[in-house]
């Protein structure tokens, strides 16, 4: 798929979006999450825990977008798509752990300071990885109604 380079850059220099899933009523859930987009695969990763709504809604429809919006709100990007879920973190050093340190190390640009305390947290929270397969992008990535005062 191809992405408009404006709409990729907004999204790429954010971390920090609006996950939207599906409710069982049909409304949206929306949560904010920390996310990463690798843009050659062009999936966004961001780190959920088991039994949250989020996790219940994707498990029956995984169907989502993520909302990233820019500083001043005068420009967005929305990227659709449907999520695959990993296996919930077991053990501190299963593929699911390995990947949430993946995704942690691609959102924050930086270690964490005590990596064993980090992978038993994702352990005990029960938190798993959740992959937006992008299937579309849209957005504004000029402001129209920008202010000229």
């Not at 420009?75 to 501190?92: D, F, I, N, Q, R």
């Not at 593929?95 to 005990?124: N, S």
């Amino acid at each position: 798929m191809a992405m408009d380079p404006n709409l990729l850059a907004l999204t790429s220099a954010r971390n920090i979006g609006a996950l939207a899933t599906i409710k069982n009523d049909g409304r949206p859930q929306l949560s904010t999450v920390n996310f990463t987009l690798d843009p050659a695969t062009t999936t966004a990763r961001t780190s959920v825990i088991d039994g949250r709504a989020t996790v219940q809604n994707l498990r029956r429809d995984p169907r989502a977008s993520i909302f990233v919006g820019s500083p001043d709100g005068w420009t967005y990007a929305v990227l659709e798509g449907t999520v695959e879920l990993s296996p919930v973190a077991l053990v501190s050093d299963d593929q699911t752990v390995e990947e949430l340190v993946e995704v942690f190390r691609a959102i924050r640009g930086e270690d964490h300071p005590d990596w064993a305390d980090y992978r038993a947290a994702m352990v005990a929270d029960r938190r798993l990885v959740a992959r937006l397969r992008v299937e579309c992008m849209y957005g504004l990535d000029r402001p129209q109604y920008a202010s000229t005062a």
